[in-house]
Nanobody, 123 residues
Framework: HVRLVESGGGEVQTGGSLRLSCAASGLTLMIGTMGWFRQAPGQGRESIASISWSGGGTVSADSVKGRFTISRASAQDTVYLQMNSLKSEDTANYYC????????????????WGKGTLVTVSS
């Protein structure tokens, strides 16, 4: 079992930056892919970035490409989401998720989820 805890959310003005962290604990050696998702009020969940736990390959959604960067610090079992040039439409709860074994960068079938951290972008 893997436990995920997000941090780093908060309120920021349009154009600002935030860095989210996701600390993993438990059977982290089994992790294959980790990802970041978000859900805005009244909207469905959106997959925004993923990273291979072993090789470090990444994928980002078009909506955040060029603005958001996913990375990992393997020694600390932590994944980050650096968010730059934030827009009001980035306001959402941001969730970290992981799945065992498959480092295919696909965000389907994530097994473990954090409780989320709220990001609010104000003008």
């Amino acid at each position: 079992h893997v436990r995920l805890v997000e941090s780093g959310g908060g309120e920021v003005q349009t154009g600002g930056s935030l860095r989210l962290s996701c600390a993993a604990s438990g059977l982290t050696l089994m992790i294959g892919t980790m990802g970041w998702f978000r859900q805005a009020p009244g909207q469905g969940r959106e997959s925004i970035a993923s990273i291979s736990w072993s090789g470090g390959g990444t994928v980002s959604a078009d909506s955040v490409k060029g603005r958001f960067t996913i990375s990992r610090a393997s020694a600390q079992d932590t994944v980050y989401l650096q968010m730059n040039s934030l827009k009001s439409e980035d306001t959402a709860n941001y969730y970290c998720a992981a799945k065992d074994y498959y480092d295919d960068l696909s965000t389907n079938n994530m097994t473990y989820w954090g409780k989320g951290t709220l990001v609010t972008v104000s003008s």
